[in-house]
């Protein structure tokens, strides 16, 4: 190379230029990624500056073999594997099987091997932690070829993991919320018991998370939740006006078509990734002991989600003035409740909420109508 090139492309091509040689390679995997760099691949020049890039992208980007055993991952792939405790395993698909479900893995494996949509794979993943809101990423295996003619199997496929979280998120938070705009239209619970409900759910969850009992309450769990607890009524966006309006007791026919709202609801939800949206509205009536609606699911039967929405929702009520009761104190409340410990209630739940009641007196307070 001349003096003028050189001079053009400063420092960053003597790097590159330095990394040439194999053993620079194996001087670019220390540290980065715990993998022993003898993989034979290396030595082809395409996965070769395949590696030599991605060491510089502040991307979670990785290289795999052909049978997909990871070959190098860059940094962020490797704080990505780290953050969501991923076991150590030196395959692609077993390392990320906790994200990978059956249908998906058989789907990347069709298309990289038998060389479907020219032998690159592209979808969409979840990454859970106990500890770490759920990450949302955009998953593009792309083929990586040496010399080989085109008809060959790729020697490398690339993978990327687009971070796509926020955007995702957003999207179907913005939508969802127009929805639960359009049913407050016409439900006549005020927008601060939704607002409520989703505050004493939270607080609640946030008690188990902290709790050995519920190992299935984690930051995904958390997060879903206090979103999610306020749609537990959008089915009554199909209930007739004059019933959800009408003053005094419902006739038998009346009531079973409010008793629909969780029906609809869990119809109206059921595109919602999360299936948590679906439970809380279809089974925020049910009861502990099985005598509530639409199912009689008893216990444990009824997701957790919905047990605990159902605590956050009836202490609500209860503190309401309705056109069949009066607005109850809190110590009233919290003793109706604690009454219906077992019956209504999940007992734990109870539990939780005998101890930490000072707290819902406080959410109703400070977000009163
Ligand atoms: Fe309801
Ligand atoms: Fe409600």
Redesign the pocket.
Known sequence: MDDVHRSDEPEELEELEALDAPEDISELERGVNELPPDSPLLAEEGPRSAVRSFARIDEPLALLDESFGFVYRNPRFASLLKAFGYPESSSFLGTLSRAIDGDTARSIHESLSKGEHSHSWKGTLAHRAKNSAAVITKVHILPIYADAPRDKRPEAFSVYLDDVTEESRKTLRDMFSSLLEASKLKDN?TGK?IER?NLYSSRLAGELFNDQRWPEVDQDFMDNLAFLAAM??VGKIGTPDDILNKVGPLNEFEWKLMKEHTLNGAFILSSYPNPMAKEIALSHHEWWNGSGYPFNLEGKMIPLSARIVTVA?VYD?LRMKRSYKPAYPHEVAIEKMLQERGIHFDPELSEVLEKIQGDFAGIYAANAD
């Open positions: 619970d018991h409900v537990h009524d929702d009520a």
